[in-house]
């Protein structure tokens, strides 16, 4: 069987366009071999790019009267639109580093609360602990002050004790002192009483001797009474 080939139209424009490659090449090359045309392309070039200056320059002086935008704005936007998406993408970045660090972060900040959950748990219990072990201090310092209260009112009473006995041996002493000033007393106060009674009794006879002599000076004035009254009734 014999085999059909088909035309490709691709094929033929690519053999074109090489061999109209090598001719320009080699024309380009022909050209840049002199030094007229090379000098001529370097002044071309250079009005090129002056009268490109003056055109730019005066695209952006009537683009500035008519408040448009130029190339240079263009790029200067695109510029700034490539580094707002730089600055961007950095931002997403940072902001999902910021997202992982703050789930990190509240991870360790759980732990944390977890933690000081269970020291404020720890710190009642143990706040409990001292309440209860200052209660039983204070009912222990109660308990010593009573007793020592005790003991204080138990030496009072020894020191009473001692005075009472002190005292009642003094008094078992006066007593015996009493008993002797009573044996000797007894007598001194019948001696006394002897005495009184014969005082008495002498008083008794001057009482006498005073009432009678009291008779005897009334006789006598009656008497001298009767003597100035006779010895008027003669003189008259």
Known sequence: MTKDKTYDPFEGFKQLSEIC?????????????????????????????????LLRKNQEILAGFLNIP??????????LVVQAEGKIDTLEEQ??????HSSALNNENFKIFQEMVSIVKQIKAEF???EQELAET????????????????IRLMQVNLQELRKEV??????????DEADATGSQLLQLEVQGIKQGISQLSDIKKEISSLKTLVKKEKEKEKDIALTGAGTSK
């Open 21 to 53: 490659e090598k001719q320009v090449n080699g024309l380009l090359y022909m050209l840049t071999d002199n030094k007229e045309f090379v000098r001529t392309a370097n002044m071309g070039i250079e009005a090129h790019s002056r009268y490109m200056e």
């Open 169 to 178: 041996e003094e008094m078992k002493e006066l007593q015996a002192k009493v």
């Open 70 to 79: 130029t190339k240079k704005d263009v790029a200067n936007a695109a510029k």
């Open 138 to 153: 204070k009912r222990l310092v109660k308990d010593l002050h009573e007793i020592r209260e005790a003991i204080v009112e």
């Open 128 to 130: 409990h602990k001292t």
């Open 95 to 100: 902001i999902w580093a910021l997202q992982d």
